[in-house]
């Protein structure tokens, strides 16, 4: 392929809210995104809260034309939620699902039913090897007292390790999906951070959308200012990120942000907003400049390494916090187990009283103590499975502490210059 060589790649994301029987209007807005697709034609789509199988196969037969290639990450009790419909042809696919994701009797959440995960497709783009991921962490239900902020570092922490060690031969790598995450927050600074991932709204030379590129706005129909809080115009929480190699230069030329209203529609795609990204490729032309620039390359790699030693030590600091909350909540599903079991041994050993002694009652009536001795048991059921759950949380987050506590020393040890032990350790930093 000759270096001047370049493609235009059309990248479309959108959270679909698509909860069956649930979801406001869902199924008109399944057609409505159908449409859409098939007129704009993308060379990427990648959506997440695509919770039915039935909707997904009614986007891959609506969309059969445009986008002959497609696949449904199946994960969870209902499913991950994400999809991928393309142009291309899919070489390869590959799901990893976050160890943390919320708890199962926050029923009204849901996230821990939905088995959030990240997707991977292979694709091939004029010659080049394309590693597209598409995924979806846990949502922010109160910003101020957020109980599910370690679980969403872990799954941030987990989304830029499967990244990098997917990505070692791609020529490129794309990025999409709901992160649930400021632009500032922690886990986003995380992911870009390690992963010199950069993002189309920062990038791009030509913006069409809400101001300041937010994706849920206030004056969607479907949005409940209330869960907005302090920020009454919107928030930014989706993103398509983007690097390339090496061998391929990749620049955001244009990204447009829907703003709610649909025309000719009643009510818009989603309760998020839909992005598209035009994103560039070209075939790298190596640098001949002298030895100045590569001296502030290092320079420049020497902030990046100190940066990324504060944000992984700050990201471990969150996870011990949720460490010692998990300690706490299992001690007291122990102690309530605890006592529910002695209870239920204390109604035993009345049970046992007319078989003991000859010719006596039940000193209790029969239906009450049947109801406090069901009672008790549901205690005792109850708080052992809290037990597990708790134990298995903190096994995850004792390893994702672990794996930054090694993180830390190996950056720390790059920084100062000291020559590796082991050259091909797999928690190297790529430079940016």
Request: hydrophobic letters at 40%; one cysteine or more; a neutral charge.
């Amino acid at each position: 392929m000759d270096p001047t060589d370049s493609d235009i790649v059309r990248v479309f994301s959108l959270n679909c809210w698509g909860i069956r029987y649930m979801s406001k209007h869902c199924q008109q807005r399944y057609v409505m995104i159908g449409e859409m697709l098939s007129i704009e034609k993308h060379d990427i789509v990648l959506l997440q809260e695509v919770w039915s199988e039935k909707d997904f196969l009614f986007l891959k037969n609506k969309l059969s034309y445009t986008h002959p290639h497609s696949h449904y990450f199946k994960s969870g009790v209902i499913g991950s939620g994400l999809a991928v419909f393309t142009k291309y042809r899919i070489h390869d696919t590959f799901l990893y699902r976050y160890s943390l994701n919320g708890y199962p009797y926050m029923a009204h959440h849901g996230d821990w039913f939905g088995g959030k995960a990240v997707g991977m497709v292979i694709l091939t783009i004029g010659g080049r090897t394309a590693h597209v991921y598409v995924t979806h962490l846990h949502a922010e239900y109160c910003r101020e007292k957020d109980s599910y902020l370690p679980h969403r570092v872990v799954q941030a922490w987990e989304l830029q390790q499967f990244i990098r060690h997917t990505s070692a031969g791609a020529d490129l790598v794309i990025v999409g999906g709901d992160l649930n995450m400021h632009p500032q927050d922690l886990g986003n600074r995380l992911l870009r951070s390690y992963t010199a991932l950069k993002d189309s709204y920062l990038e791009t030379t030509l913006y069409a959308g809400c101001e300041d590129g937010v994706t849920l706005i206030a004056n969607n129909p479907f949005i409940n200012k209330k869960e907005l809080g302090p920020f009454k115009t919107g928030i930014r929480i989706d993103y398509i990120l983007f690097k390339g190699s090496s061998k391929i230069d990749i620049h955001c030329d244009a990204m447009s942000v829907t703003k709610g209203s649909v025309p000719n529609h009643p009510f818009p795609y989603s309760d998020h907003e839909a992005l598209t990204s035009t994103l560039r490729l070209k075939s790298h032309q190596p640098d001949e400049s002298g030895g100045d620039k590569e001296t502030k390359h290092q320079d420049f790699t020497k902030e990046k390494l100190a940066e990324l030693v504060n944000i992984v030590t700050e990201a471990r600091t969150e996870v011990k916090v949720g460490l010692h909350c998990t300690e706490r909540m299992r001690y007291t599903a122990a102690r309530t187990g605890v006592m529910g079991l002695a209870l239920l041994l204390l109604q035993l050993a009345i049970a046992a009283v007319p078989w003991l002694a000859l010719g006596a009652e039940q000193p209790f009536p029969k239906t009450s103590f049947y109801l406090l001795a069901l009672l008790c048991f549901a205690i005792l059921l109850t708080t052992s499975l809290l037990y597990v759950f708790y134990t298995i949380e903190l096994k995850c987050l004792q390893g994702a502490e672990d794996q930054m506590r090694l993180c830390v020393g190996h950056l720390q040890e790059r920084l100062r210059g000291f020559p590796l032990a082991q050259p091909h350790n797999v928690l190297q930093c790529p430079l940016p």
